[in-house]
């Protein structure tokens, strides 16, 4: 089972920055398309970001030229770095992972941006 971990999540002010992490306990993350999603209370699940086993990025436009989504499969890790954050980028972000078909998702991590 691929186990993906996510850190780097908690509260800032508006136009702060966060950078969050994403530890996947597999051992071929080069062969994972990987993405970002968040949720935020009664709203449905969105894309945040992807980014392809190739490298290739697809960035929501709500959050394009604020976040971009990276890989660094050497260290079996996901980042989403989001900037010039806003009130409403407030939302629990998921971790999430596929190959062939399967798909796995992580725990969440909450992210708050309030003054």
């Known amino acids: 089972q691929v186990q993906l971990v996510e850190s780097g999540g908690g509260l800032v002010q508006p136009g702060g920055s966060l950078r969050l992490s994403c530890a996947a306990s597999?051992?071929?993350?080069?062969?994972?398309?990987m993405a970002w999603y968040r949720q935020a209370p009664g709203k449905r699940r969105e894309l945040v970001a992807q980014i392809t086993r190739d490298g290739r990025l697809n960035i929501a436009d709500s959050v394009k030229g604020r976040f971009t989504i990276s890989r660094d499969d050497a260290e079996n890790t996901v980042y989403l770095q989001m900037n010039s954050l806003k009130p409403e980028d407030t939302a629990i972000y998921y971790c999430?992972?596929?190959?062939?078909?399967?798909?796995?998702w992580g725990q969440g991590t909450q992210v708050t941006v309030s003054s």
């Open positions: 597999v051992r071929n993350l080069n062969l994972y398309n």
């Open positions: 999430y992972a596929s190959f062939l078909g399967p798909e796995y």
